[in-house]
């Protein structure tokens, strides 16, 4: 089975900041990557498919890259509402993989 | 949108069945995959089914003892989890994936699930 390194499992940033959080892939997946926000006591939300494709309805300031084993999830400029944790998900065989998850706190 | 099951309590060694009801679009044209949170962790991917054909693929974790099936005419996917112990209790998600883009686009309200003797 296809393994995901998700990192780091938690960071402190303030309103303002530009943040990004990485996974691996355990082989190559290409571009079957999306990634989902969750908040305490909520269902996730899809953010990005396709590794770098933006849901519509999704901030701008939510951007992704990545193919092959490495991937990024970058927020231009964190907002309030985006402190959450962030979870990639890989979708390249037909058992899928979650990373260990990102948690982005206040500072 | 897609409802989910209420909150269950079972005994170490029971089995489990959730339901998912989907809503406001063609049941069959999206798979269903079911998910969980245990307390305080990640998500974890269980497994998926193809309502058109009633396909199924599952984690390695869950070969065995998951099931999912669903029911066409009531729009309704079933997880079932056999032989449960105290680290099956979590939270269960039910998600529709959008195929072509291979995104859980809507998701089920979750399940609170314990497990306890």
């Known amino acids: 089975a296809i393994q995901m390194t998700q990192t780091p499992s938690s960071l402190s940033a303030s309103v303002g900041d530009r943040v990004t959080i990485t996974c691996r892939a355990s082989?190559?997946?290409?571009?079957?990557l999306a990634w989902y926000q969750q908040k305490p006591g909520q269902a996730p939300k899809v953010l990005i498919y396709?590794?770098?494709n933006l849901q519509n309805g999704v901030p701008s300031r939510f951007s992704a890259s990545g193919s092959g084993t490495f991937f990024t999830l970058t927020i231009s400029s964190l907002q309030p509402e985006d402190f959450a944790t962030y979870y990639c998900?890989?979708?390249?065989?037909?058992?899928?993989?979650f990373g260990q998850g990102t948690k982005v706190e206040v500072k | 949108q897609l409802v989910q099951s209420g909150a269950d309590i079972k005994r170490p060694g029971a089995s489990l069945r959730l339901s998912c009801t989907a809503s406001g679009y063609t049941f069959r044209n999206y798979y269903i995959h079911w998910m969980r949170q245990a307390p305080g962790q990640g998500l974890e991917w269980m497994g998926v089914l193809d309502p058109s054909d009633g396909g199924t693929h599952f984690a390695q974790s869950f070969q065995g003892r998951l099931s999912i099936t669903s029911d066409t005419s009531t729009a309704t996917a079933y997880m079932e989890l056999s032989s449960l112990r105290s680290e099956d209790t979590a939270v269960y998600y039910c998600?529709?994936?959008?195929?072509?883009?291979?995104?859980?686009?809507?998701w089920g309200q979750g399940t609170v699930v314990t497990v306890s003797s």
């Open positions: 396709g590794a770098s």
């Open positions: 998600a529709r994936e959008k195929v072509v883009y291979h995104a859980l686009d809507m």
């Open positions: 998900l890989q979708n390249n065989d037909y058992t899928w993989t």
């Open positions: 082989q190559g997946i290409r571009n079957d």
